[in-house]
Each structure stands twice: as structure tokens, then as C-alpha cells.
């Protein structure tokens, strides 16, 4: 199984805008460093989800690895060659084969168009289309690998005609159209009842099987990420702090975060012996202001002056097994 999609040093600032005297008058402009120099691999058939709170940089770096934001800095490698988002040609083939899955289905939905005409848009758009009756061919068959059979039923149908993972299927149907190896998938089922996301989560696990599609899942939820995961990526402040087979993971965290997100998950009982629980105290620090040594220390019940003063990096703990914490090797060792 080799790698489809690489990053190296991956980063998206944004300027902070202030008041009118303050950006007359001050030297420097404040940023947000959304996504603060990552490197991870995502490989072919693979599902790796990407997890961690709001405002972590999750979504920002699914948008930068499609090169849908100015100033990324850094490389998105895509099956062996590096992305330029400034070869006009490379770019149009490039999100042909890699699409993306928005968080909100009313939203991303144009209320004016039917379910026909929103689907065959990428279609039309890339000109891959010959006549209607073609058009209405690839129509039917993305809604139907979308699990909205029989498609004839909701072709000529409007987004508020739809149920909520109606239209979350259909927002699927749209990306699958014009087959694509890879897609981001951000909050994909966040929107939608509780019923209903173990339907759509299934059908994205199919379509990795059927179809070979590799994903990066986007979530705040870890419980999920642990259902539909190959390996999971814990991010912090545009950092990622751990990742690694989603097993390792949720059973043997390396990080402080990465514990304290398991333990609100929901989960069968592992083991008989009772867990200690880690609550995180405080909230997330602003991004444009990133405190100095490990970002993670200001919530982190086992800072010590070192966390303060110095950024530890991402090391390999075990295989595959990456952590950025001072004392992951303690903290694995109390876990056993």
C-alpha cells in the first residue's frame, strides 16, 4: 500500500486584523498561525482521520492540501509529485481526483437546483460530458454509490425536498462523480442525527473498499475517528501532537490531549480495572497567540518548567507511533 498524498512543513498564516490607528501605527502585524508546520502521509485506501478541538486547524488544513487557500506555505506531495497551485493545468487535474465532503448539507446545497444539476456540476464544469443522456447516466450511478437508490426518485427533486442524510448522500454523490482517488471529509456526519451517521459512515467504509478511496476524516470526535480509522492524527494549536494506528492510539496515547479527548469518549469497556480520568482545565489558548515551549502546557496536568521554555518535537515511540510530549515515554509506561 504506497503513499498517495505526503505534506512537508505544511502552514497557512492569517492576518489578524485590528482597529484603524493600531494597523496605522503598530510595525507588526499580529497572525494567526492556523496550521504550524505539519508533516504526515496519508496512504492509498487508507482512512486517516484528523481530530481535535475547535479552532485546532483541522478544517484549514484539509482546505490547504486541496489548495483551496492563499499563502500555504510548504509542499502537499500528490502521488510523488509535488502540487504547484500556480500551474493552472496541474491544479484542474489534481482536484478531478481529489475532492472534498463540507460539514453542512443545507449549506453547501444550492437550494435553487435541482439534485440533477447539482450533481452533474463538476461534470459540466471539467466538460467530461457529451450530450444528457450521459449526463443523466453518471448522474444515476454517483447517486446510487451514494446510497440513494433508485436515483430516478430524487433527480428532479430540490435540497428541501430531501432529509438531512439525503442531502449529505447527494453532497457525497457530487464528490464521487467524477471519481476521484482521494477526498477530505470535514465533519462530514456532525450535522446530522445520531440514527443517521452510522449509515453514512458505513457508506464512506464501502466506497474505501469498493472504490479504493483514500480520506482524511475530519472530526472533533474520537470515538468516530476510532470506528472508521486506519491511523489517527491528534492536532493542537495547528500542531499535530500524535499520531499513529488508530489502536495504538486510543489504547496506548503517548500525549496528555490525546488521553484527555479519549476520556470523554463513549467506549465498551476495555479492561475491568476502573481509569483514572483526565479532565482538561481552561480553554484553548488564542491562536494568535500560541504560548511559548509546548503549546499544550497551559492545560496540562503534568507541565513542568522544561513544557514552559521548550517545543518538544514529534518522535517515534513505537512503530508508526509518533508523539510530541517531554514525558510521553512516563505517561505510556503508567498507562500499562
Excluded at 81 to 101: G, H, T, V, Y
Excluded at 107 to 129: G, R, T
Aim: proline letters at 4%; one cysteine or more; a positive charge.
Amino acid at each position: 500500500m504506497g503513499s498517495l498524498l505526503k505534506t512537508k512543513d505544511l502552514r497557512v498564516n492569517f492576518n489578524v486584523q485590528s482597529g484603524f490607528l493600531k494597523e496605522l501605527f503598530s510595525k507588526e502585524k499580529k497572525q494567526v498561525k492556523a496550521v504550524d508546520g505539519i508533516d504526515f502521509h496519508i496512504n492509498k485506501g487508507e482512512i486517516v482521520s484528523l481530530v481535535g478541538e475547535s479552532g485546532s486547524g483541522k478544517t484549514t488544513t484539509g482546505k490547504a492540501i486541496l489548495q483551496l487557500l492563499d499563502h500555504v506555505e510548504g509542499e502537499v506531495l500528490y502521488d510523488g509529485s509535488q502540487i504547484n497551485k500556480r500551474d493552472k493545468k496541474q491544479i484542474k487535474s489534481f482536484r478531478q481526483r481529489a475532492q472534498m465532503i463540507f460539514q453542512d448539507p443545507y449549506e453547501s446545497l444550492n437550494s435553487k437546483f435541482k439534485i440533477m444539476d447539482i450533481v452533474a456540476e463538476p461534470l459540466e464544469i471539467n466538460k467530461k460530458i457529451r450530450n444528457e443522456d450521459e449526463k443523466r447516466e453518471k448522474v444515476k450511478e454517483a447517486l446510487e454509490w451514494a446510497g440513494l437508490k433508485p436515483a430516478e426518485a430524487y433527480m428532479d427533486r430540490y435540497p428541501h425536498e430531501l432529509s438531512g442524510g439525503q442531502r449529505q448522500r447527494v453532497v457525497i454523490a457530487a464528490a464521487l462523480i467524477l471519481n476521484p482517488e482521494f477526498i477530505v471529509a470535514d465533519e462530514p456526519v456532525s450535522m446530522l442525527d445520531v440514527s443517521v451517521r452510522a449509515d453514512i459512515l458505513r457508506l464512506m467504509v464501502d466506497l474505501r473498499d469498493k472504490k479504493g478511496i483514500s480520506y482524511l476524516f475530519i472530526t472533533h470526535d474520537i470515538s468516530l475517528a476510532w470506528l472508521i480509522s486506519n491511523r489517527i492524527a491528534i492536532m493542537y494549536l495547528g500542531k499535530i501532537v500524535e499520531i499513529g494506528d488508530v489502536n495504538k492510539v486510543i489504547s496506548s496515547s503517548l500525549h496528555p490531549y490525546t488521553k484527555a479527548l479519549i476520556n470523554v469518549m463513549p467506549k465498551p469497556k476495555i479492561s475491568k480495572e476502573k481509569r483514572k480520568r483526565m479532565v482538561l482545565k481552561g480553554e484553548t489558548p488564542n491562536p494568535s497567540n500560541i504560548p511559548s515551549g509546548c503549546r499544550f502546557h497551559t492545560r496540562c496536568p503534568f507541565a513542568e518548567e522544561k513544557c514552559r521554555v521548550e517545543e518538544p518535537a514529534l518522535a517515534q515511540y513505537s512503530e508508526g507511533h509518533f508523539a510530541a510530549c517531554h514525558f510521553a515515554e512516563k505517561l505510556l509506561e503508567g498507562a500499562e
